[in-house]
């Protein structure tokens, strides 16, 4: 499922679970920190990967605490979402893809 925003994609969130969430850092009203935070919450086995053209001043350890598994930098190539996504989903955790 494809979101326009965070609200929305906090909206969608609330009612069931995902096995993945992919959010980009900077979006239209929530940020991709937000959203991850609120997954958590919600829902705290969810694995939670950001989108970013700013990965590089990112520490990963610190995503890692608010909430990020997986930094993907942009541009990105589609194998290297196939392999985030094949690790997410088959339960490990690295952060950054």
Excluded: N
């Amino acid at each position: 499922m494809a979101c326009p925003d965070g609200d929305r994609a906090l909206a969608e969130l609330g009612g069931e679970g995902f096995d993945l969430v992919i959010t980009d850092l900077g979006m239209p009203g929530l940020s991709g920190w937000d959203v991850a935070r609120a997954v958590k919450e919600l829902h705290p086995g969810t694995p939670v990967a950001m989108v970013t053209g700013w990965s590089e001043q990112i520490d990963p350890a610190q995503a890692g605490k608010e909430g990020i598994d997986y930094l993907i930098a942009k541009p990105f190539r589609r194998q290297e979402i196939r392999v985030m996504v094949a690790t997410a989903l088959g339960g490990k955790r690295l952060h950054s893809a």
